[in-house]
């Protein structure tokens, strides 16, 4: 199977909404993975930088069906798969000969129990109160470092029974993941899965 990224044109205005919103965060960096019909597309919202940082990952993914099955693992720059997609191309998805640390660790493939369903207004209203703990922390003309720190502590707190954790709640709400139905969570050897209408983030 070719390493080509080939999308019908609504998978792939669908991808260029939703890497938009993601490019306002994260390391600018979207891991590419298929293995037949449909491709999955993962992006940080934030992630730990190496096994010394102690701080959440948070991980934004969307799976697309593509026009014929390929085969490829691999991670290209955010704005160049977004520009290549609004051009209306085919993408090559490279080889991942050096990787940040985020797209090195791939969630488990099974083992997922379910642990519950969170409403999406209780998701809203847990990432509004997110965004305001994010604020409260912060001293006056914080810096863009400073503001990290501050995000990914909130961002790492458990804010659920079914173990939803604030940053995953922050990102369904910024991705505009969320439609009328609960989120569904579930959790696999460390990470937390929030799957909701348009997407899912992951957590560990």
Known sequence: MHAIL???ERARADLI???????????????????GEVALLTT?????????DSGPTVLVARASRMRGPARFDGV???????????????????????????????PPRGGW??????????????????????????????????RRRAERAVWAR????????AGQAAALVAMRFLGDGPVRVTQSGGWTRS???????LAR
């Open 158 to 165: 458990v804010v659920d029974p079914s173990g939803l954790t």
């Open 195 to 201: 799957a909701a209408r348009a997407g899912e983030v």
């Open 6 to 8: 080939a999308l019908d």
């Open 113 to 146: 129990s379910h642990t519950g369903d969170v409403a999406a207004e209780t998701v809203r209203s847990l990432a509004a109160q997110a965004a305001a703990d994010v604020e409260a922390a912060l001293p006056r003309s914080p810096g863009e470092a400073v």
């Open 76 to 106: 290209v720059a955010l704005p160049a798969l977004r520009d290549a997609l609004q051009q209306g191309a085919d993408v090559e998805v490279p080889d991942a000969v050096a990787r940040p640390a985020w797209a090195a660790v791939s």
């Open 17 to 35: 909404l939703l890497l938009e919103r993601a490019a306002v965060f994260g390391d600018g960096t979207v891991r590419l993975l298929a293995d």
């Open 44 to 52: 940080p919202l934030t992630a730990a930088s190496g096994l010394l």
